[in-house]
Nanobody
Framework: QVQLVESGGGLVQAGGSLRISCAAS????????MGWYRQAPGKQLELVAR???????TYADSVKGRFTISRDNAKNTVYLQMNSLKPDDTAVYFC?????????WGQGTQVTVSS
């Protein structure tokens, strides 16, 4: 099994920055992608950013230029640096790891951006 533990969420003012992290443990293989999704109240889960093992990245249009996803393969950890935060970024952020045709999810971390 795979376990994902997120950390680093919290409350920040609009325009501020926050970095969230996700550490994966368990049966991690060498070919996987990791990413961040978010769900705001009353809205569907949406992709924020993904990163492949080779560090290739994909971003949602709404966060391009403001968020940066990165990973440390030695630590099986993925990070999301969030800059120029907006109230619309308020959501629960979930870490995802995809390998072997299976997706694994963390418990989520709350990010709240005040105006």
């Amino acid at each position: 099994q795979v376990q994902l533990v997120e950390s680093g969420g919290g409350l920040v003012q609009a325009g501020g920055s926050l970095r969230i992290s996700c550490a994966a443990s368990g049966r991690i293989n060498s070919i996987n992608s990791m990413g961040w999704y978010r769900q705001a109240p009353g809205k569907q889960l949406e992709l924020v950013a993904r990163i492949g093992r080779d560090s290739s990245t994909t971003y949602a249009d709404s966060v391009k230029g403001r968020f940066t996803i990165s990973r440390d393969n030695a630590k099986n950890t993925v990070y999301l640096q969030m800059n120029s935060l907006k109230p619309d970024d308020t959501a629960v952020y979930f870490c995802n790891l995809f390998q072997g045709g299976v997706g694994y999810w963390g418990q989520g971390t709350q990010v709240t951006v005040s105006s």
